[in-house]
C-alpha cells in the first residue's frame, strides 16, 4: 500500500513528462522535478523505425533527427559503454532482500516480517546475511561475480519524503533547486544535439536523471512500440527500392569535395544502412532467452532494450522504473511478487546481453530513493527508513561490496533507521569516471570530498 507522498511524486514526475499540461500543486519549498520546463515533441525516424517523444532539442529537425541516429549508430560501431539506470520505486525494503539471519534484534524488531534463518541463499561476503527467496536472480549473479552490492546507500540527515528522497538521487545532489538529472548533465557535456537516443527512457514519462539542459533525450514505451510510416499510412512497397537507389546515389556523393552534396550524401547512405540495420524492430524481436511473463510490462522492456543494443542503436544511457515497493502494509506478499519479478527480469537481461556477446559493455545501476524503517509497523509492513539497498550489475565489475553492512545491532539512528556506509554521490560519481569515462567533479556539484569506490576489475 503506497502512502499518498510516493503516489503523488510519481504523478507529479508523469506530468513534468507531459509538457503543457500543467503541474499538480506542491508545498512551497518542495523541489520540482528535473526536466521542469522541457519541450517535448513527437518525432519519427523512418530509417530506424521509431516514433519518439523528444524532450529538448529546440534546433532538431526531422532531417537531423534521422541523419544523428544514423551518424551516432556507425560511431557506436567502436563498443560505447552503455548504463542502464533502474529504479525500484517506493524505497525497497534492504532489510529483506538481503536480510541479517544470524541477529537476534532483527527478529525480536520484526516479529511478523522477519524471514526464517534458513530461508534464501547465503551471501558470500558478509555470513550474517542472506538473500530473500525472490532475489534469487541477483544471487546467482552476485555468487559468478558480477554484482557489487551496495547494502547501506545513502547521506547523512537524509529526507524521508519520497518526493525529496528521490528527487536528490535524480539530480545527483541534496540540491532541491537543481532542475536537470546527474545523467543529464553528464549528456550535456559528451552528447550531440541530433541523437535523441543517447539518453532514453523506456516508459510512458521521462526519467528526471536524464533531463538535460541542451542535448535531447527521449521516451519510447518498448523496442517495438513505434511506427515505420507516418500515422495512418501504410508502408510504400516500393520503400525498400526507393532507399536503395537513394543510397547508391549518396555513397558516390559521400565523398564529394562539395560540402552540401557530401552531408546529402551521407545522409542518404546512413540513412539506408540504419534502415536495414534495425528495420526488423517493425516485425518484433527475438531474444534468445526466456524472460518472465507478466503484465508488467518491465521484461518486455528489457528484452527490448537487449535488442536495441545488439541492433547499433547508438544508446548511452537509459532509465527504467520496476515495482511498487512503498510498503507500508501487508509487505510480505507485495515485496514477494514485486522483487521476484525485478530479480528474475534482470537476471534474464543479463543472460540475453552474454548470449549476445555484449554484456561487457553494459553496466546495470539499480537504485531506491531509500530503505525502509528496522522496525514493522502495526500493519504487516515497514516505514519510511533511511539508508537502502542498491546493485551495480555487470561482467567487468569486482563483484565485491561497495561499504558494509552496519547491522541492526549498533547500526540504527536514533530514529531506528540504518545508518548510511556508502554516500550516493560518490557512487554515481565513480560511475561517471569509471565507466562512462566523465569527470565527476564537473558534473556532479557535490561530488568532491567523497572518496569513490573502485566499482571494477
Not at 170 to 192: H, I, K, N, S
Not at 203 to 228: C, G
Request: hydrophobic share 40%.
Amino acid at each position: 500500500m503506497s502512502c499518498y507522498d510516493c503516489s503523488r511524486a510519481d504523478l507529479l514526475r508523469r506530468a513534468v513528462a507531459q509538457a503543457g499540461r500543467g503541474l499538480p500543486a506542491i508545498e512551497p519549498g518542495m523541489p520540482l522535478p528535473a526536466g521542469t520546463g522541457l519541450t517535448r515533441r513527437e518525432f519519427l525516424s523512418r530509417s530506424a523505425g521509431l516514433a519518439l517523444a523528444v524532450y529538448g532539442g529546440g534546433a532538431l529537425t526531422g532531417e537531423a533527427f534521422d541523419h544523428g541516429i544514423a551518424q551516432a549508430a556507425t560511431d557506436q560501431a567502436a563498443g560505447q559503454n552503455v548504463l542502464v539506470s533502474i529504479f525500484f520505486n517506493g524505497g525497497i525494503d534492504g532489510l529483506s532482500v538481503l536480510f541479517p539471519a544470524g541477529d537476534p534484534r532483527y527478529y525480536a524488531l520484526r516479529p511478523n516480517l522477519a524471514l526464517p534463518q534458513s530461508a534464501g541463499r547465503p551471501f558470500g561476503e558478509d555470513d550474517r546475511l542472506r538473500w530473500h527467496p525472490a532475489a534469487s536472480g541477483l544471487a546467482t549473479l552476485h555468487d559468478e561475480g558480477k554484482v557489487n552490492v551496495i547494502p547501506a546507500a545513502g547521506y547523512a540527515n537524509a529526507s524521508q519524503s519520497h518526493f525529496t528522497a528521490r528527487h536528490y538521487y535524480e539530480v545527483g545532489a541534496t540540491d532541491a533547486t537543481l532542475r536537470t538529472g546527474w545523467l543529464g548533465r553528464y549528456l550535456d557535456v559528451v552528447g550531440t544535439p541530433d541523437n535523441p537516443l543517447q539518453g532514453l527512457t523506456l516508459d510512458v514519462a521521462l526519467h528526471p536523471s536524464l533531463a538535460t539542459a541542451k542535448m535531447p533525450v527521449a521516451t519510447l514505451a518498448a523496442a517495438d512500440q513505434y511506427l515505420f510510416a507516418p500515422p495512418g499510412l501504410p508502408p510504400h512497397p516500393l520503400e525498400a527500392s526507393i532507399l536503395q537507389e537513394a543510397a547508391n546515389i549518396g555513397a558516390a556523393h559521400a565523398t564529394s569535395s562539395d560540402p552540401a552534396l557530401a552531408t546529402a550524401g551521407s545522409i542518404a547512405y546512413e540513412s539506408h544502412h540504419l534502415y536495414y540495420q534495425l528495420g526488423n524492430f517493425k516485425y518484433g524481436f527475438n531474444s534468445p532467452v526466456p524472460y518472465p511473463s507478466s503484465s508488467d510490462p518491465f521484461p518486455h522492456r528489457l528484452a527490448g532494450l537487449a535488442a536495441m543494443i545488439a541492433g547499433g542503436l547508438p544508446l548511452r544511457v537509459v532509465g527504467l522504473t520496476v515495482g511498487h515497493f512503498d510498503t507500508h502494509a501487508t509487505q510480505a506478499a507485495s515485496l514477494q511478487r514485486d522483487l521476484q519479478l525485478a530479480s528474475d527480469s534482470i537476471l534474464a537481461f543479463q543472460r540475453d546481453l552474454e548470449a549476445r556477446g555484449i554484456a561487457d559493455r553494459v553496466l546495470i545501476h539499480v537504485w531506491s530513493e531509500f530503505g525502509r524503517r528496522a522496525q514493522e509497523n502495526a500493519s504487516a509492513g515497514t516505514d519510511h527508513g533511511s539508508a537502502g539497498i542498491g546493485f551495480l550489475i555487470g561482467t567487468r565489475l569486482k563483484g565485491q561490496m561497495i561499504g558494509s553492512f552496519p547491522g541492526v545491532t549498533g547500526g540504527l539512528d536514533s530514529a531506528g533507521n540504518l545508518v548510511p556506509t556508502s554516500d550516493f554521490r560518490a557512487v554515481q560519481a565513480a560511475i561517471l569516471e569509471q565507466w562512462l569515462g566523465a569527470d565527476g567533479n564537473r558534473i556532479m556539484p557535490e561530488a568532491q570530498p567523497f572518496q569513490r569506490p573502485q566499482l571494477l576489475r
